[in-house]
């Protein structure tokens, strides 16, 4: 028995040094790790940040009445343009009765108020003629005429005014015909004819009967994020790319960063404007989505390396890389950066163009020709 167990561990032994020396041999047998090298190159390194919103006129004019009533008649639609002036709609006075009533009442109370003047007049006149009374006492007479046929006057403007919105004598101080007030595009036209609309004052906004626009001014509206909002400022370039308008990119100005942000969805978002170089004549719409590309810095033609290359001293946090000296030998190289985009780094100082800088992937020359 004590034979067998024996014989059992010296194979076992022998076993484990064989399987050790076939390890060994694979192990010799593998292909030394290669590493490719890459050289500095010549790019056009842009730095920027995204603002996502909208394209809208830089001012919308909202048409309003000055009277309440009916629209009668349009005589736009949305997309037509207009000049200053256009006829937009005509709208029908629907009068209140209280109101009616009363200027009636005063047009009667006028004329009754006038005729009697009226007998007055002829009285003191004829009187004046024969001579019994004075010039003084006949002025009196005349001024009290001219006056009563003055208010007979207002009272059936007044009158006018409340049955129909308007009366002559007084131009556009109030007037049943809505016309455009500048020359733009007309944008939108909330209200069809039949409609009910309210006066403008200073206590109601009034109804708008449509809304214009130059189309040839418009701006970007959109939001950052307030860990964005510290990197810009005013007049920085933007790049506009509209969703709706393919293979497009406009130019802007930012010209507005709001100076309070505002809460949505648990993150502060700070509203921006940027406003178009119309030079482009490419027709946008009011309210397409758009995105903006805020550019904070820009190098053109400048020596670059890819991040991925880059390493970090883990003690001084310095940026270095390797640089190859000879066939799969690389020595450090310090060197400075600048403006990155993401992908590529400005290199300000310690490389070569012709400089061949060590990839960490190691690559297997058995596996590259494999794949």
Same mark, same amino acid.
């Given at each position: 028995?004590?034979?067998? +167990?024996?014989?059992?561990?010296? *194979?076992?032994?022998?076993?484990?040094?064989?399987?050790?020396?076939?390890?060994?041999?694979?192990? !010799?047998?593998?292909?030394?790790? *290669?590493?490719?090298?890459? $050289?500095?190159?010549?790019? #056009?390194?842009?730095?920027?940040?995204?603002? #996502?919103?909208?394209?809208?006129?830089? /001012?919308?004019?909202?048409?309003?009445?000055?009277i309440s009533g009916i629209i009668d008649e349009i005589y736009i639609e949305?997309?037509?343009?207009?000049?200053?002036?256009?006829?937009?709609?005509?709208?029908?006075?629907?009068?209140?009765?209280? $109101?009616?009533?009363?200027?009636?009442?005063?047009?009667?109370?006028?004329?009754?108020?006038?005729?009697?003047?009226?007998?007055?007049? @002829?009285? %003191?006149?004829?009187? +004046?003629? =024969?001579?019994?009374?004075?010039? !003084?006492?006949?002025?009196?007479?005349?001024?009290?005429?001219?006056?009563?046929?003055?208010?007979?006057?207002?009272?059936?403007?007044?009158?006018?005014?409340?049955?129909?919105?308007?009366?002559?004598?007084?131009?556009?101080?109030?007037?049943?015909?809505?016309?455009? #007030?500048?020359?733009?595009? *007309?944008? @939108?036209?909330?209200?069809?004819?039949?409609?009910?609309?309210?006066?403008?004052?200073?206590?109601?906004?009034?109804?708008?009967?449509?809304?214009?626009?130059?189309?040839?001014?418009?701006?970007?509206?959109?939001?950052?994020?307030?860990? /964005? *909002?510290?990197?810009?400022? /005013?007049?920085?370039?933007?790049?506009?790319?509209?969703?709706?308008?393919?293979?497009? &990119? +406009?130019?802007?100005?930012?010209?507005?960063?709001?100076?309070?942000?505002?809460?949505? !969805?648990?993150?502060? %978002?700070?509203?921006?404007?940027?406003?178009?170089?119309?030079?482009?004549?490419?027709?946008?719409?009011?309210?397409?989505?758009?995105?903006?590309?805020?550019?904070?810095?820009?190098?053109?033609? &400048?020596?670059?390396?890819? /991040?991925?290359?880059?390493?970090? @001293?883990?003690?001084? %946090?310095?940026?270095?890389?390797?640089?190859? #000296?000879?066939?799969?030998?690389? =020595?450090?190289?310090?060197?400075?950066?600048?403006?990155?985009?993401?992908?590529?780094?400005?290199?300000? $100082?310690?490389?070569?163009?012709?400089?061949?800088?060590?990839?960490?992937? %190691?690559?297997?020359?058995?596996?590259?020709?494999?794949?």
């Open positions: 028995m004590k034979r067998i +167990f024996t014989i059992i561990i010296l *194979v076992l032994i022998a076993v484990t040094f064989v399987g050790a020396l076939y390890y060994l041999y694979q192990k !010799n047998q593998e292909d030394p790790v *290669v590493y490719e090298t890459e $050289s500095p190159s010549k790019q #056009t390194i842009i730095k920027r940040t995204v603002a #996502t919103g909208s394209i809208v006129p830089r /001012e919308e004019v909202l048409i309003k009445p000055n949305a997309g037509e343009r207009v000049k200053a002036g256009d006829l937009i709609a005509r709208i029908r006075v629907i009068p209140n009765v209280s $109101s009616l009533q009363s200027a009636k009442d005063a047009v009667t109370t006028a004329k009754i108020n006038l005729d009697t003047e009226q007998k007055l007049y @002829d009285r %003191q006149k004829s009187l +004046f003629d =024969k001579g019994v009374i004075s010039a !003084n006492d006949f002025d009196n007479a005349e001024v009290s005429f001219k006056r009563a046929q003055q208010t007979y006057r207002s009272a059936q403007q007044n009158f006018e005014i409340v049955r129909t919105g308007t009366t002559s004598g007084i131009g556009s101080a109030a007037n049943t015909l809505i016309r455009s #007030t500048i020359d733009g595009m *007309v944008l @939108d036209v909330p209200v069809k004819a039949g409609n009910q609309v309210i006066e403008s004052n200073n206590f109601n906004d009034g109804t708008t009967i449509a809304t214009l626009a130059d189309v040839n001014k418009m701006i970007f509206e959109g939001k950052v994020d307030e860990s /964005e *909002v510290g990197k810009i400022k /005013e007049n920085l370039p933007l790049e506009i790319t509209v969703g709706a308008i393919e293979n497009k &990119t +406009f130019d802007a100005v930012l010209d507005y960063i709001a100076p309070k942000g505002v809460s949505e !969805n648990g993150a502060i %978002q700070f509203d921006i404007k940027g406003t178009l170089n119309k030079a482009d004549t490419t027709f946008i719409r009011a309210g397409l989505s758009a995105n903006a590309s805020i550019i904070l810095a820009r190098v053109d033609s &400048t020596l670059a390396v890819k /991040e991925a290359l880059v390493q970090f @001293d883990p003690k001084t %946090q310095q940026p270095y890389v390797e640089v190859e #000296t000879g066939d799969q030998q690389f =020595k450090r190289k310090d060197i400075q950066l600048g403006v990155s985009d993401g992908i590529y780094v400005q290199v300000v $100082s310690g490389l070569e163009n012709n400089d061949k800088i060590k990839i960490w992937n %190691q690559v297997k020359p058995a596996q590259a020709l494999s794949n």
